[in-house]
């Protein structure tokens, strides 16, 4: 399968890093010469420094022999026009970056009549995101699976006794809850019983959302779960719009920082509903002046993602019930478990995610990149064809770093054991290392013997560590 990224900055980047590990036969293009020598000294890919846009170029690349066109780079229009020429030169799928608020009323339009298989709008994806985790009820940082049947909560256990130096399988009083992953320092680890739990690790619980609910009760105190009445946005860009417009829709009254005058006047047009403060959302002494403290919720989405992890820090200690942060890079992600923040957003890892759900097919209802990019939650659904169908959990031996978490079943949550058998119909939420997606892929969406097929991943894995 081979696959065309065009625009390999930060977000392309991620994508291209992603594709390769579904082994992609990856082709990068950009018309910056630094950006594809990082790129080329980076990933395994074949690296070309042009304008994609150059028919040339296409010729050249032979782009009917490509599974994908990705176009990712800063300018919209030429995102469209690539993805239009690259289909009609006979790619098959093209999926193309549009970011301008202008574009999302039009996109069905453009999508339709250019032949543009999927329009992705990152700042649109990550304001959705942001959204959902402030209007739970929770305070720590959480997501939904099979229509808000099964949660998953982050929780970072500090010097907790109840959690430190103990085994997973010795825990109790956690409410019928799956530790399902683990960030230690950084670096993600999928769990088994013995496993050992150490202080301030981050721990993932899965579970019915009404036990996670109760946990976050249990940890957070229940006086301080209240429902968000006012939000404050650092930055009024095209996320910080997006937040704006959706918060808005749910009744909630939105206030946006942003240092720029004339985006400012363009914010009251377009979110006349808003208060919109023109000044330097960086500085303390405005954030103290706008008693930052009152609102339920701080939001930090300007481009700079250290600005946005500082202030977010600060909104934080001002004692905001909820301060999230957006960022866009990987550099930060060894210390974002120690920052108290309650939930940052990573621009390029849920971009990515929507893309790898395009690339595996309808087979996968959702994917989540989770702790810092490095384990992904898939969500699908058992078919009468598939591998697993009518196998019991513990006859598929499975790898490491690969876990069923959850199975939904007639509408009624199961945290699974190794005696569950996967029935047709099932919808299971499946754990899994994002080094190890290939693994899991050929186990959970093949068709044929399923102990042949195991056996063959596990050698093949065998020889390579040889």
Same mark, same amino acid.
């Given at each position: 399968m081979k696959a065309l990224v065009v625009g390999v900055g930060k977000l392309g980047y991620r994508i291209?890093?992603?594709?390769?590990?579904?082994?992609?036969?990856?082709?990068?293009?950009?018309?910056?010469?630094?950006?594809?020598?990082?790129?080329?000294?980076?990933?395994?890919?074949?690296?070309?420094?042009?304008?994609?846009?150059?028919?040339?170029?296409?010729?050249e690349l032979d782009i009917s022999t490509y599974d994908y066109v990705i176009a990712t780079t800063t300018n919209?229009?030429?995102?469209?026009?690539?993805?239009?020429?690259?289909?009609?030169?006979?790619?098959?799928?093209?999926?193309?970056?549009?970011?301008?608020?202008?574009?999302?009323?039009?996109?069905?339009?453009?999508?339709e009549e250019l032949e543009i298989d999927k329009i992705i709008n990152p700042d649109y994806a990550t304001a959705r995101s942001i959204v959902k985790y402030l209007m739970k009820r929770y305070q720590l940082y959480s997501d939904e699976f099979a229509g808000g049947k099964v949660s998953l909560v982050e929780f970072n256990i500090g010097n907790d006794q109840n959690f430190i130096d103990k085994k997973i399988m010795d825990i109790k009083n956690i409410n019928?809850?799956?530790?399902?992953?683990?960030?230690?320092?950084?670096?993600? %680890?999928?769990?088994?019983?013995?496993?050992?739990?150490?202080?301030?690790?981050?721990?993932?619980?899965?579970?019915k959302s009404k036990n996670i609910e109760n946990f976050d009760k249990e940890h957070t105190g229940i006086n301080r779960t209240r429902s968000l009445r006012s939000t404050m946005i650092l930055g009024g860009g095209k996320t910080g719009l997006y937040l704006a417009m959706l918060l808005i829709r749910e009744h909630v009254n939105v206030t946006i920082?942003?240092?720029?005058?004339?985006?400012?006047?363009?914010?009251?047009?377009?979110?006349?509903?808003?208060?919109?403060?023109?000044?330097?959302?960086?500085?303390?002494?405005?954030?103290?002046?706008?008693?930052?403290?009152?609102?339920?919720?701080?939001?930090?989405?300007?481009? %700079?993602?250290?600005?946005?992890?500082?202030?977010?820090?600060?909104?934080?200690?001002?004692?905001?019930?909820k301060s999230v942060a957006k960022i866009s890079r990987t550099n930060y992600d060894k210390v974002l478990d120690k920052l108290n923040i309650d939930a940052v957003f990573n621009t390029s890892y849920i971009t990515a995610a929507e893309i790898l759900k395009e690339v595996?097919?309808?087979?996968?209802?959702?994917?989540?990149?989770?702790?810092?990019?490095?384990?992904?939650?898939?969500?699908?659904?058992?078919?009468?064809?598939h591998l697993v169908s009518n196998k019991l959990i513990e006859e598929l031996n499975l790898p490491?770093?690969?876990?069923?978490?959850?199975?939904?079943?007639?509408?009624?949550?199961?945290?699974?054991?190794?005696?569950?058998?996967?029935?047709?119909?099932?919808?299971?939420?499946?754990?899994?290392?994002?080094?190890?997606?290939?693994?899991?892929?050929?186990?959970?969406?093949?068709?044929?013997?399923?102990?042949?097929m195991i056996n063959t991943i596990r050698n093949r894995g065998n020889k390579d560590e040889l």
């Open positions: 291209a890093a992603s594709l390769i590990d579904e082994n992609y036969e990856v082709t990068a293009v950009d018309y910056d010469e630094d950006v594809i020598e990082n790129i080329s000294n980076s990933l395994d890919v074949m690296s070309i420094n042009a304008n994609a846009l150059d028919f040339g170029v296409l010729e919209d229009e030429a995102n469209v026009i690539l993805c239009t020429i690259s289909k009609k030169l006979g790619a098959k799928y093209a999926i193309a970056r549009v970011r301008d608020p202008e574009y999302r009323k039009h996109l069905n339009f453009i999508s019928d809850l799956l530790i399902a992953a683990i960030s230690r320092q950084g670096e993600a %680890i999928i769990p088994n019983g013995s496993t050992v739990l150490k202080e301030n690790d981050v721990i993932i619980l899965a579970g920082v942003e240092q720029n005058r004339d985006r400012c006047l363009l914010l009251k047009e377009m979110v006349p509903e808003a208060e919109i403060i023109n000044g330097d959302g960086t500085d303390i002494d405005i954030l103290e002046e706008e008693m930052v403290h009152t609102y339920d919720s701080f939001v930090a989405a300007t481009g %700079i993602d250290e600005a946005n992890l500082l202030m977010a820090l600060v909104a934080k200690q001002s004692g905001i019930y595996r097919g309808k087979d996968s209802l959702s994917i989540h990149l989770l702790l810092n990019g490095q384990v992904e939650t898939i969500e699908l659904i058992i078919k009468e064809k490491e770093n690969i876990l069923i978490i959850a199975i939904v079943r007639d509408g009624e949550m199961i945290v699974p054991n190794g005696k569950t058998r996967l029935l047709p119909k099932d919808r299971i939420i499946i754990f899994c290392k994002h080094d190890e997606a290939p693994k899991m892929k050929k186990i959970f969406y093949s068709e044929g013997k399923i102990n042949d």
